[in-house]
């Protein structure tokens, strides 16, 4: 009887084992799911003021489940500058989209074009930001440049469709509508949910603004902040809460009765307007997030119930960072820690254990040849970043990356953000703010994160820095060598309401 016994065991744990071992040699499918503007401080797992908020759950579990990293950050934070990085591997002046304005070449290598020649059935939708027919995906249908919040109108190759809803909810529909009737079981597949939101100006599903209409949220330390400890930059910058936030588009009070009775009713002015502006942004952002989160949850959901989340590697991050009130902004652009900085989580069975948090240096030129490295497919010579496959099993490098490179270039536009390129080593920072109207025509700003977290004041000019400062300047110069920078001529954004076709060749 004990020899039956063990016997019975023994060959369990064969199967177990032979069950696994097939399990892991087939291709893992690959779900990337992608928001516009999400800070990382409005998801549970990053801790800070909205922790305890529950905003988040769905997104928190990928966290337990998976791989939370601390240091994710962009090379653009802007979108569409972004969305190219993602899809080519490169910084913006190598594949061409340096601003929000025309300029992205859809026939340069992109990972899904290597991917779909390795056996991938590819799909992207929702929100790209890219004029011109997207290459390289089975399937694809996207909204045209920022979309519409409700009743989206959609592009495919074969034309428009307009969907009755709120865009956050539609294209999940559209996302599980290809995995439930244009998927093949005997192929792996990649597919890229893009949510619009919280894009501004911030319109959450009636549900969701219902939800949120009377929450309270903490504010941050520097809400009023004055700029003293910065430059012309910061000084001169049109994105605040105060000034730049418009009560009729951004605040609804053309359609909210009851902000406007309120606001009626109370006339408020000076910092009592700001911090009542501010509620009234968090409500709908964080609704926003909150309706993004419910809908990740249906994915995952369906995942699970289908058996196909044992062999998927599930990703979250957002296009970049960007200002919950920090500095009494909103928007992003500067290289300053919340806008630069990005949500990045990742869960994938059997790989990646559960609750680890990473704190290596990671950029979103990095996320191509992950994709491609994941898939076992070969990463093109000309992508710029480094596959993060290695951190996800945790099994860091020893020649892994001490700095990022940063570059933002979009002035003379909306928000006047003067153009600006930095080196980041996990604890300082250095930042070249150029082309102002000051001598030389440049100011510098140097922070050191452990003493100055929140970047209050630039300590540039103290000699006590001037020898570490030496050595950013030196890896600024070899990081743009490294990653070929070239020089961008300044020039005003294409105006907008200029008519043009989409353009691009068909699917590649």
Known sequence: MKNSKSFNCTLAIIIYML?????????????????????????????????????????????????????????????APSRATLLTGKHSHLNGQVNNGRGFSHDQPQFQKVLRKHGYQTAMIGKIHLDGNMQGFDYWEVLPGQGRYNNPIFVTEEGKTTYEGHSTDIITDRALNWLKNDTKSEK?????????????????????????????????????????????????????IEKTMSLGRDLKLAVDKERKEFLDKNKLEGKALVRWKYQAYMRDYLACIAGVDENIGRLLKYLKEQGLDKNTVVMYS?????????????????????????????????????????????????????????????????????????????????????????????????????????????????????????????????FDLEKDPHEMSSTYNNPENANIIKTLKAELARLREYYQVKEIPQHPRKKKGAKGKRKGKKNK
């Not at 939101?197 to 009377?214: D, L």
């Not at 070969?378 to 860091?396: A, F, N, R, T």
């Not at 490179?405 to 153009?419: D, G, K, L, Q």
């Open 188 to 240: 792996p597949f990649m597919l890229m949910v893009h949510y619009k939101a919280p894009h501004r100006n911030w319109e959450p599903a009636p549900r969701m603004k219902e939800a949120f209409k009377n929450r309270t949220f903490p504010e941050p330390d520097s809400l009023f902040d004055d700029y003293k400890g910065r430059g012309t930059a910061a000084n001169k910058q049109d994105m605040s």
């Open 19 to 79: 069950g696994s071992w097939l399990h892991a040699s087939e291709k893992p499918n690959i779900v990337w799911i992608f928001s516009d503007d999400h800070a990382y401080q409005a998801i549970g797992a990053y801790g800070g003021r909205f922790e305890n908020e529950n905003l988040t759950p769905n997104i928190d579990s990928l966290a337990k489940n998976g791989m939370t990293f601390d240091r994710a950050y962009v090379a653009n934070s802007i979108c």
């Open 318 to 446: 957002a296009d970049q960072g960007f200002y919950l009130g920090e500095h009494g902004w909103f928007d992003k652009r500067f290289m300053y820690e919340e806008s630069f900085r990005t949500p990045f989580l990742a869960k994938w069975p059997g790989v990646i254990k559960p609750g680890t948090r990473n704190n290596d240096l990671v950029q979103n030129i990095d996320f191509a040849e992950t994709f491609l490295d994941i898939a076992g497919a070969p990463i093109p010579g000309d992508m710029q970043g480094v596959s993060l496959l290695p951190l996800l099993k945790s099994e860091k490098p020893t020649d892994w990356r001490k700095s990022l490179y940063y570059h933002y270039y979009e002035y003379p536009a909306v928000h006047s953000v003067r153009r600006h390129e930095g080196v980041f080593d996990k604890r300082y920072k250095l930042i070249r703010f150029y082309g102002l109207d000051v001598p030389n025509g440049e100011e510098w700003e140097f």
